[in-house]
C-alpha cells in the first residue's frame, strides 16, 4: 500500500551511516518511522472497524432475509393448501349441479 508518496526506510538506510543523507540524527528518524507506523496501525484499525460493523450489518440483514424467505415459504404453503380446498368445493358444487339436473 501507498502512503503518500513516503516510503519505509530500509534497513540499510537506518543502520548504514554512508548511506544516510539525512540532516535529522538517527533518534529522530526512528521517531518518525515509529509515528508513521503508528499512524498506519490507526488507519488499519480503523479500516478493520468499518469492515467489522459492516459484516455484522451484512449478517443481520442475511438472517433478515432468511425470515422473510421463511414466512413467504409459509404463505405460499398455506394458499396452495387453500387453492386445493377451493377446487374441491367447486368440483364438489358442480358434481352436485349435475347430479341434480340428471334427475330432473
Excluded at 528518524?29 to 460493523?53: C, F
Aim: proline share 3%; hydrophobic share 35%.
Amino acid at each position: 500500500m501507498c502512503y503518500g508518496g513516503q516510503r519505509l526506510p530500509s534497513k540499510d538506510d537506518l543502520t548504514d551511516p554512508t548511506r544516510r543523507t539525512r540532516t535529522l540524527p538517527a533518534a529522530n528518524e526512528n521517531a518518525v518511522v515509529v509515528e508513521n507506523l503508528r499512524d498506519r496501525l490507526a488507519e488499519t484499525e480503523a479500516r478493520l472497524e468499518r469492515a467489522r460493523a459492516r459484516e455484522a450489518e451484512l449478517s443481520r440483514q442475511l438472517e433478515e432475509m432468511k425470515r422473510y424467505v421463511c414466512v413467504m415459504e409459509i404463505l405460499e404453503c398455506y394458499l396452495k393448501r387453500r387453492y386445493r380446498e377451493q377446487q374441491v368445493r367447486t368440483l364438489a358444487v358442480t358434481l352436485h349441479k349435475s347430479e341434480a339436473e340428471a334427475e330432473h
